[in-house]
């Protein structure tokens, strides 16, 4: 009852400022019903309770729920203090829009609303890596456009955040949650680590999301949900990358049970060091550090590709390298071609898609590249990924080039399956 007042007279009064609350961002935990809502404050809130208040109409958001509070240090020499606030929304009905409202009984954000998902429809995502402010300001920018226009259903971010979310002590990171709140808190944004989130364990990621939980970490570095006709699945390359057998192998054992326990039409898997690709090497993407995920070594180092071969994995996605190229279906380095490259049906191995070029640094373009026997598009403009998955026979992609704010759709793909 309390919490309740608070937010009523939050909203009646406008007693406390919504300048204290920053960073807002949705995201799913794994349950249909549920919508997790976090957010960030500089300063700690002793003795107080961060919740969130949300209901079917802007001016009565008479349902809360209280949230919980995490204080971490930044790795920067100052090891400046944030505090990340996280609440979950539940019992929400498909389709329906809900306002909400974030923060305390000190200060309360502005008014976001969002749609429930209804799963029953066609899902609509945004999938992409390696994005920044600097570079990235007009991916950024038709994304938001998109969310007003109510285009996607879900957005994954696959690795690279803001190029460094660590930076400036923190403080890029704050400034590139901010800059994205206008589409993060209205669709939820999911997220896990690329070789940029590594740094001092992986503190930024771990601290700033919340995501599914997997039972084994629940850091946010690997997870899986359902959505209507799909399974995704999020891994940690980083772990290979970084040699680290523990977590290696802790999750490869999720994985195999996870994709045993998968029963949808649809397995989709996403991390962030590509496995093929064309580049300025003759190999194409070869690099130790990338392929140590696809081909393992010995016990310490579990290889990926034959367990997503054998469970039927239709569609696998990565980031890491600028560009974005999109291959036919591939397994043990063998393509299998088909008549038609934009129209694949019963493919009898992943498609991968590369699409790390939403806004990274230091872009590249597929002209400067030896194009590989699998490849089949490859592009050189900034943009990222939109999925739609119709039903359980047909998905299609498309690589949307974000140099206008309205889109422009250049690589149609269908994958379609008995």
């Given amino acids: 009852m309390?919490?309740?007042?608070?937010?009523?007279?939050?909203?009646?009064?406008?007693?406390?400022?919504?300048?204290?609350?920053?960073?807002?961002?949705?995201?799913?935990?794994?349950?249909?019903?549920?919508?997790?809502?976090?957010?960030?404050?500089?300063?700690?809130?002793?003795?107080?309770?961060?919740?969130?208040?949300?209901?079917?109409?802007?001016?009565?958001?008479?349902?809360?729920?209280?949230?919980?509070?995490?204080?971490?240090?930044?790795?920067?020499?100052?090891?400046?203090?944030?505090?990340?606030?996280?609440?979950?929304?539940?019992?929400?009905?498909?389709?329906?829009?809900?306002?909400?409202?974030?923060?305390?009984?000190?200060?309360?954000?502005?008014?976001?609303h969002f749609r429930q998902p209804d799963q029953s429809l066609p899902l609509r995502a945004a999938i992409f890596g390696d994005l920044s402010i600097y570079k990235g300001q007009q991916s950024i920018d038709q994304l938001i456009a998109a969310r007003k226009n109510n285009q996607f259903d879900l957005i994954i971010h696959i690795g690279d955040l803001a190029y460094d979310l660590h930076d400036n002590d923190g403080d890029n990171g704050d400034d590139y949650m901010n800059?994205?709140?206008?589409?993060?808190?209205?669709?939820?944004?999911?997220?896990?680590?690329g070789n940029n989130e590594v740094d001092s364990n992986f503190n930024q990621i771990v601290n700033r999301f919340t995501m599914p939980k997997n039972g084994v970490y629940d850091n946010n570095l690997f997870w899986s949900f359902d959505y209507g006709f799909v399974h995704f699945i999020a891994l940690n390359s980083e772990y290979y990358a970084e040699e680290m057998s523990k977590e290696t192998q802790l999750q490869y054992k999720w994985l195999g049970n996870d994709l045993a326990g998968n029963s949808k039409k649809w397995t989709i898997v996403m991390f962030h060091r590509p496995w093929y690709c064309s580049s300025k090497k003759k190999k194409g993407c070869h690099d130790d550090q990338d392929i140590l995920s696809r081909?393992?070594?010995?016990?310490?180092?579990?290889?990926?590709e034959e367990l997503l071969n054998k469970y039927k994995v239709d569609l696998i996605l990565y980031g890491h390298k600028h560009t974005y190229e999109r291959m036919w279906p591939i397994f043990n380095a063998q393509p299998f071609k088909s008549q038609d490259p934009g129209h694949i049906k019963n493919a009898p191995a992943p498609v991968y898609i590369l699409t790390g070029g939403a806004g990274c640094h230091s872009h590249e373009d597929p002209s400067d590249h030896i194009m590989q026997d699998f490849s089949v598009k490859a592009l050189g403009e900034y943009g990222y990924t939109f999925l739609t998955v119709y039903n359980s026979t047909h998905l299609s992609t498309d690589y949307v080039d974000t140099s206008e704010t309205s889109g422009k759709f250049l690589d149609p793909f269908v994958l379609e399956k008995d």
């Fill in 295 to 304: 081909d393992g070594l010995k016990d310490k180092f579990p290889g990926l």
């Fill in 2 to 112: 309390i919490l309740r007042i608070f937010a009523i007279s939050a909203i009646i009064f406008g007693a406390v400022s919504p300048k204290k609350v920053e960073q807002v961002h949705l995201s799913l935990s794994g349950k249909p019903d549920e919508m997790v809502v976090t957010w960030l404050t500089q300063d700690p809130l002793p003795n107080v309770t961060p919740y969130v208040a949300f209901g079917v109409t802007k001016d009565a958001l008479r349902l809360t729920s209280k949230g919980n509070s995490t204080g971490w240090a930044d790795q920067g020499k100052k090891k400046v203090m944030r505090y990340t606030h996280r609440a979950t929304m539940n019992s929400l009905v498909p389709g329906q829009v809900y306002y909400y409202q974030v923060g305390s009984s000190q200060a309360m954000s502005d008014v976001f």
């Fill in 179 to 193: 800059a994205i709140q206008d589409f993060a808190a209205y669709v939820p944004y999911m997220v896990f680590a």
